[in-house]
């Protein structure tokens, strides 16, 4: 049986490893997107397809925000962006750069996770104009999240 194929921006890869972190109950959102149901697929399936994208992805799909093909949320954390999908772009090219990953590049979810260590290494650098407070407790939901779901899928993290 083939595996199903979603598109996934990087940083919402790394925005569900760390939910599982810190152990929500990942539920339908108000604004209506589907992180619930894209989490959940990878929960399951450490094998799924995922293609890296740069734009909106199936996370998207549904959001009250999501018009046209694009994301029309605000930014109300930083100053130096207005709309999300302009520093979403930002973050996800500072994360592929950093982890080594290419726009249009299939992965499944282990080989994400294995890409975890250079995620860490640099969150400094890939949130930098983010409060610190929140970048350091990201990066240790994510060091929890990676742990859980290799143990979960029984594989290495190196």
Same mark, same amino acid.
């Given at each position: ?12 890869? $790394?925005?569900?490893?760390?939910a ?9 959102h ?58 979403n ?10 982890? $080594? ?27 930098? =104009? ?14 929890? =999240?990676?742990?859980y ?10």
């Open positions: 049986m083939e595996n199903k194929q979603i598109d996934l921006r990087i940083h919402h890869f $790394f925005d569900i490893i760390r599982f972190g810190k152990e929500s109950i990942i539920t339908p108000l604004h209506q997107h589907s992180f619930h149901k894209i989490a959940k697929l990878i929960k399951v399936d450490s094998n799924l397809k995922i293609k890296i994208v740069i734009r909106c992805d199936s996370v998207c799909e549904g959001c009250i925000y999501y018009k046209n093909g694009c994301c029309k949320d605000k930014v109300d954390h930083r100053k130096d962006f207005v709309f999300k999908e302009k520093f772009n930002h973050i996800d090219k500072r994360i592929m750069g950093k982890c $080594f990953i290419n726009k249009g590049e299939v992965l499944t979810p282990v080989k994400l996770c294995q890409k975890g260590k250079l995620y860490l290494d640099n969150i400094d650098f890939i949130y930098s =104009g983010n409060d610190l407070w929140h970048t350091e407790q990201r990066k240790k939901d994510v060091i929890k =999240g990676l742990k779901y290799s143990k979960l899928h029984n594989f290495s993290l190196q």
